[in-house]
Structures are given as structure tokens and as C-alpha cells.
């Protein structure tokens, strides 16, 4: 019901997760950011606490495929999980459990990895990761180039609904968090939409929280400076 990309920017070191679902809300179950850890998507038949355990994992050092194995056999029904993960030194694993749903597959790329399940065709997966190695400018960019790939190549084999992307840098909180819980249609396109709208504001929140005597004005009415 879910396909994702996980990947790390070679320049900055920003970890990033775009992921798209048929279900409602994918955001809020799926992707898990740590600044300076890594990036781990928990999907199919979903268990988020996945997603901080193999976190754990990795900032206690273990190499990503160590991590989802620690996480996974603490959790049991692991044959139902379909995960993946990047660690900051652009290091990738994932697993797909033997009872993953419907056509599925996952695959790990330079500084990133892909997976889904119930897709239309296994070639989504790595039609994502080709997008994000030849694509450009911004790892949120570059996050969303992989999925209107894997959306070319056929995405689900139903329509998705939701959608979300996250990226983390150097500071404590997401650079970037952004989602679509519900849409009826193209919620990936409607990501991008949203991205469009907030990257020429992206630095301005993060001046704004930690310096906010020198931020620029809101821009609203009440704000006179």
C-alpha cells in the first residue's frame, strides 16, 4: 500500500524520506528522521515503533542492516514488515518480510534506497532510485523527482491518497515536513505543489527560530516592523 525513498544529500549530509500510500495520513506512521542518525520508512503492514528503535540502532553505531534486525526481531511479525534505512554516513538496507503485500520490491542506490509494496510493477522501484541519482538541486527535490518516477513507471496498483516528505539537516527539527493526509487525487503532485510554496520560506522559519531578533517580518497584517 506504500512506496518511499530514503537518501542522503552527498553535499550537506541532509537526510530525506518521500513516501506515498493508498491509506490515509502516511506521514504520521511511516517515515522516521534522526539529524546526524539517519532515515528509516516503516510500511506495508505498518509498525512505526520500527522506525525510533532501528534509529536507536544506529546511533548506538550499528550499520543500518544490523539496526533492522535488532528492531525487527524485538518486535516480532516480522514476515508482515517491509522497511529501509540510511544511515549519515550514507550507508543502506531494507527488508521486505515474506508476507510483504502484493507485488513488491526494494532496492538501495548511491546515498539512497527505495522500496514498495502492491505496486503496479516492480520496476517502480528501481525507476525511483535512477530518477534520484540523475536529478538535481535540493534533496527535497530530488525526493520528489524519485516518486513522480516511480508514478511514471506505475506507482501502486491502486490510487494513493497520501504523501509526505521530511528532511533533516543540522538542527534538532525538520528542515523539512511537509504532507498530503488525504487527497483524492495526485497527493504526490500536490506535495510538490506544497514544496513550491514553502522552500522560498524555508530559511526564513529557521532564522526566525534562532535568531529571532534579526528574522525578517511575517509579512501579515499586525507585524510592523
Known amino acids: 500500500m506504500t512506496f518511499s525513498i530514503a537518501a542522503r544529500c552527498e553535499h550537506t549530509g541532509q537526510l530525506g524520506i518521500a513516501i506515498s500510500s493508498s491509506s490515509i495520513a502516511v506521514g504520521a506512521r511511516c517515515p522516521w528522521l534522526r539529524p546526524g542518525v539517519g532515515a528509516v520508512s516503516s510500511q506495508n503492514i505498518t509498525l512505526p515503533a520500527l522506525g525510533p528503535e532501528a534509529l536507536d540502532w544506529l546511533e548506538q553505531g550499528l550499520a543500518p542492516a544490523e539496526a533492522l534486525s ?9 514476515q508482515y514488515r517491509q522497511i529501509t534505512a540510511i544511515d549519515h554516513l550514507g550507508r543502506t538496507a531494507h527488508f521486505s518480510g515474506a508476507n510483504t503485500l502484493g507485488t513488491h520490491n526494494a532496492q538501495s542506490g548511491e546515498q539512497c534506497v527505495a522500496a514498495g509494496n502492491m505496486l503496479a510493477s516492480a520496476e517502480v522501484v528501481p525507476a525511483m532510485v535512477q530518477a ?4 538535481q538541486g535540493h534533496l527535497a527535490e530530488r525526493l520528489l523527482a524519485a516518486m513522480q518516477a516511480g508514478i511514471a513507471a506505475g506507482g501502486e496498483a491502486g490510487p494513493v491518497h497520501s504523501a509526505a516528505l521530511v528532511v533533516v539537516g543540522e538542527l534538532t527539527w525538520p528542515i523539512v515536513n511537509l504532507r498530503v493526509d488525504w487527497a483524492e487525487h495526485d497527493p504526490i503532485g500536490e506535495l510538490s505543489k506544497l514544496w513550491g510554496a514553502y522552500q522560498p520560506q524555508m530559511q526564513d522559519y529557521i532564522d526566525r527560530a534562532l535568531n529571532p531578533a534579526q528574522a525578517p517580518g511575517y509579512g501579515v497584517p499586525g507585524d510592523d516592523r
Do not use: H, Q, T, V
Open 132 to 135: 534520484f541519482e540523475n536529478a
Open 70 to 78: 535488532k528492531a525487527l526481531a524485538r518486535n516480532g511479525f516480522g
